[in-house]
């Protein structure tokens, strides 16, 4: 976690507010929050490029509750709506807003697909100032009449490249199309990325944005040590043991491009003894938030995950990520590897590299300008020798290596539409005590 010389005290942050971050353990505002937060706070529009792992949560969370905290009125209603795309990023959100707004007498919540409607309806209806949403329960609930979304201030869109990978899309559009006009509220736009798509979405939703970008987007992290196995398909689930076994990490999280791919290297490994679980979109609500907590707990040795059930996932002390498969998409493998350097802790990524993924491997050199150190002294050596170094002077970005759109699709696992066994998260319980103004 890059942080900054700026303290949150100067970015003007409430008592109330400073204390909650104070007791999260945070020192020092991320870049991304001290360019943020001041033009939020004096009510402009934002555009932020920034992935998470950057603090942009803290980056919207802490304005929202502040500018909603000076207005507060009698009766909770919702005043600030912020869309995510998945059940796992929108818990996560509601739980950074009970961390931060601990000392605030703000009510919120998160609502996602695939669970009973009631218990939400239910909380609703007791009136919640910050409504955190997945896109089709939100539209499920305003359908019933339960949601009017008259009197949101502040609107904040959370990953909207991901919403577009997803096919949200044309929801986010029936959501906005629902609020009020944009120069009658406020609107924080996140992405990592800015595609075509996106930047024509930014252009509708937003009134005279500050421009906000976190730079570390295309650089590699900095923290992590990087490897190379070059190793033939077949061989890469004999290779992972030996990793495995020789690495002796403790908490590992396995990349697999395809959710039945993470589900055969799941069993492969369970059969030797390794405890672990998979988490892509196939699997229940229940079924991924049990591996995820045992993940965090250490009772998991191995996590494997699909790039987009492992999106946004905030897990602390993560050894080693492996990625048995190369990510077709460059980008892909900076957000991946960042998994194990989350808040200034050093990590290991162990990448296999097979013959049909030495294109990835070129693009993702030249994104990162730098060569990853090549382990050749292992078990399982390829059949064909290892590729000439990359030039990392050749073009970055989009390349003609890339497959065809099958395998795009594939790296969607997550991406469910309404998603199936949601559950209220953890932070979907407000805030307590509560004393009202
Ligand atoms: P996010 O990008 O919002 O998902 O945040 C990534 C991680 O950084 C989370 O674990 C946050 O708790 C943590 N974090 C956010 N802001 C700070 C900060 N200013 N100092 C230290 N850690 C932070």
Redesign the pocket.
């Given at each position: 976690?890059q942080?900054t010389r700026v303290t949150?005290d100067e970015l003007q942050l409430i008592p109330e507010l400073l204390r909650g971050?104070r007791e999260?353990?945070?020192?020092?505002?991320?870049p991304?929050?001290r360019d943020t937060i001041p033009p939020a706070l004096e009510g402009r529009d934002i555009i932020g490029c920034?992935?998470?792992?950057?603090?942009?949560?803290?980056?919207f969370a802490l304005p929202v509750l502040q500018l909603l905290d000076a207005r507060v009125g009698d009766e909770p209603r919702i005043r600030a709506l912020v869309l995510t795309p998945t059940r796992e990023l929108g818990a996560?959100?509601n739980a950074?807003f009970a961390?931060y707004g601990k000392h605030l007498e703000l009510w919120h919540m998160v609502i996602f697909g695939g669970v009973k409607d009631g218990p939400q309806k239910e909380e609703l209806r007791r009136g919640v100032d910050v409504l955190i949403a997945t896109p089709g329960r939100l539209l499920d609930l305003i359908n019933q009449g339960e949601i009017s979304l008259g009197g949101v201030e502040i609107f904040v869109l959370d990953e909207a490249d991901r919403m577009l990978d997803m096919g949200f899309l044309p929801d986010v559009k029936r959501v906005t199309a629902m609020l009020p006009t944009k120069t009658r509220r406020q609107t924080l736009f996140f992405s990592a990325t800015m595609p075509p798509e996106i930047r024509a979405l930014a252009g509708e939703l937003l009134h005279d944005p500050v421009s906000v970008t976190e730079a570390r987007l295309a650089e590699p992290v900095d923290l992590v040590t990087q490897q190379i196995y070059f190793v033939d398909k077949a061989q890469k689930r004999e290779l992972l043991l030996e990793v495995l076994e020789q690495t002796g990490g403790t908490r590992v999280l396995v990349f697999s491009r395809t959710k039945h791919g993470a589900n055969r290297i799941a069993k492969v490994l369970d059969r030797r003894g390794v405890v672990v679980a998979a988490i892509h979109g196939n699997k229940s609500q229940a079924a991924r938030t049990r591996a995820l907590e045992g993940f965090r707990q250490g009772d998991l040795r191995v996590l494997v995950a699909t790039d987009l059930a492992a999106r946004?996932l905030?897990v602390?002390g993560i050894t080693h990520v492996i990625n048995f498969d190369l990510p077709n998409e460059p980008e892909t493998y900076i957000h991946r590897i960042g998994r194990t350097a989350?808040?200034?802790a050093s990590g290991i990524a162990i990448s296999f590299c097979d013959a049909d993924e030495r294109p990835f491997l070129v693009d993702i050199e030249r994104l990162i300008k730098q060569h990853i150190p090549q382990v050749l002294e292992h078990g399982y050596p390829p059949s064909q020798p290892p590729p000439a170094p990359t030039r990392l002077d050749g073009p970055p970005g989009p390349s003609s290596s890339r497959p065809a759109a099958g395998s795009r699709s594939a790296s969607r696992a997550g991406g469910d539409r309404r998603g199936r066994g949601g559950r209220r998260g953890r932070g979907g319980r407000r805030p307590d005590p509560r004393r009202r103004a």
């Open positions: 976690m942080v949150f971050v999260a353990g945070y020192e020092q505002p991320t991304i929050q920034a992935q998470t792992g950057t603090g942009k949560t803290a980056a996560q959100i950074s961390t946004g905030d602390d989350r808040a200034g």
